[in-house]
């Protein structure tokens, strides 16, 4: 089926008309304001709603800035699209026959993952070209510095979870809001493991304190799933090749960021409590019941799953709740298109790991595979793939970059080498 659709996609079209196609500065400048309010966008919310957020308005200042490039719309969608509409469309559909009352809500899901898929259908070209990527993996971070910064402030803080002794933004999940700042904290370790003129560059120094500021905020947010995610990343860039030519000062780096984490963990008390409990009570927060209760459901509608919406309708029936959420992004595929959406789901994982495992420059290989590692396993405690960070992050590890010659198959970014 990935194979099918890869050549209907890509190899059946043609070289893509973005191949050398410059990119103007306004859209390059509307996607870095676009990715630094990321980590931000919970200061658009009201207490009531999420519905209206700025990341919206420098969402539609992106699309509006392709006036300049209009092929950046207008070309043909990459595997990972087609997969990923296709995922949705499918659950949509599905919907329509199992829940056809709430097809509504589902079309709002359904709109929400198309915005996505349309920023990652504009990024991923201008993502191709290194200096680009780079820069709006900086503006992420600055966007996440700002917002952990407002965080150990206590400014804007959402009210209800701090009275619970946890702390985000807005009305913003403190799960999402660990695990957008645990994306921006793993991305400047290879930064630093790739910084060749330590000498000639001493201020690369000044990513451990942001380092440091950033794990203090995702810790101060309570989420245990945040705090593991972070950790787990580390696996990729503890075990791919880095620039820097001494190992020994790599392996420094690495424990460097290990003991910061850990030390600020074992002085946050409230992150100790919840691992204690975790621990010797097996407290999971409900979501051992509501993992049970999704696996139960789609083993009743295996290959077609519920549809997008009605799975939340059917697992509300478990917890006696009009709507219940997940908590795992695999769980949510496979309830809402079944076996054949978990498919479409696994070839775009897979053509992102594809596409960084032939990446040259090794510190954006790095950047890639700690990036995807983080939101795939924040998406097992939280449902990740309506929200912008996750969409980043996959285009972050699979820019699109494509040959004006007579050959069809994808080359890769040039190195910053």
């Known amino acids: 089926m990935t194979a099918w659709l890869e050549d209907v996609f890509i190899k059946r079209h043609g070289p893509s008309p973005v191949a050398a196609l410059p990119i103007p500065w306004v859209i390059k400048g509307a996607l870095l304001v676009f990715v630094c309010l990321i980590p931000l966008e919970s200061l658009g919310h009201d207490e009531t709603t999420s519905s209206f957020t700025i990341t919206r308005m420098a969402g539609v200042l992106l699309l509006a800035s392709c006036i300049y490039r209009p092929r950046l719309i207008l070309r043909r969608p990459e595997l990972i699209t087609g997969l990923g509409f296709l995922l949705m469309t499918l659950a949509l559909i599905r919907t329509l026959f199992t829940e056809p009352d709430q097809l509504a809500y589902a079309f709002g899901r359904y709109v929400t993952w198309f915005q996505m898929l349309v920023f990652f259908h504009i990024a991923t070209p201008i993502l191709a070209q290194a200096t680009n990527r780079i820069l709006a993996i900086y503006a992420y971070i600055a966007g996440a510095c700002l917002t952990a910064v407002l965080l150990l402030l206590g400014l804007g803080l959402n009210v209800v979870m701090q009275e619970k002794g946890r702390t985000s933004l807005g009305n913003l999940?403190?799960?999402?809001?660990?695990?957008?700042?645990?994306?921006?904290?793993?991305?400047?370790?290879?930064?630093?493991?790739?910084?060749?003129?330590?000498?000639?560059?001493?201020?690369?120094?000044?990513?451990?304190?942001?380092?440091?500021?950033?794990?203090?905020?995702?810790?101060?947010t309570g989420s245990r799933g945040g705090l593991i995610a972070l950790m787990a990343a580390f696996i990729p860039v503890l075990f791919t090749r880095s620039a820097l030519p001494n190992p020994t000062a790599k392996i420094a780096i690495l424990a460097v960021g290990l003991f910061v984490i850990t030390m600020i963990a074992f002085h946050d008390e409230g992150m100790m409590s919840r691992f204690q409990h975790s621990i010797y009570e097996g407290d999971t927060a409900g979501r051992d019941y509501l993992f049970s209760s999704s696996l139960d459901l789609w083993l009743k509608r295996p290959w077609l799953g519920w549809g997008l919406g009605a799975n939340e309708v059917a697992l509300g029936g478990y917890t006696n709740t009009f709507y219940r959420d997940m908590h795992n992004i695999y769980l949510y595929v496979l309830t809402a298109a079944g076996v054949v959406g978990g498919g479409f789901l696994a070839g775009m994982i897979f053509r992102s790991f594809k596409t960084?495992?032939?990446?040259?420059?090794?510190?954006?290989?790095?950047?890639?595979?700690?990036?995807?590692?983080?939101?795939?396993?924040?998406?097992?405690?939280?449902?990740?793939?309506?929200?912008?960070?996750?969409?980043?992050?996959?285009a972050c590890a699979t820019p699109i970059v494509w040959r004006a010659d007579k050959s069809l198959r994808p080359v890769q970014p040039f190195s910053t080498a």
């Open 173 to 220: 999940d403190p799960n999402i809001q660990a695990s957008v700042l645990g994306l921006a904290a793993i991305w400047l370790i290879p930064f630093l493991l790739n910084n060749r003129q330590p000498i000639r560059k001493p201020w690369f120094l000044l990513l451990l304190p942001l380092f440091t500021l950033l794990v203090s905020a995702v810790l101060l």
């Open 356 to 394: 960084v495992s032939q990446t040259p420059d090794l510190m954006l290989r790095q950047v890639a595979l700690s990036g995807l590692v983080l939101v795939l396993v924040s998406g097992s405690t939280i449902t990740i793939l309506f929200l912008k960070f996750f969409w980043f992050a996959l």
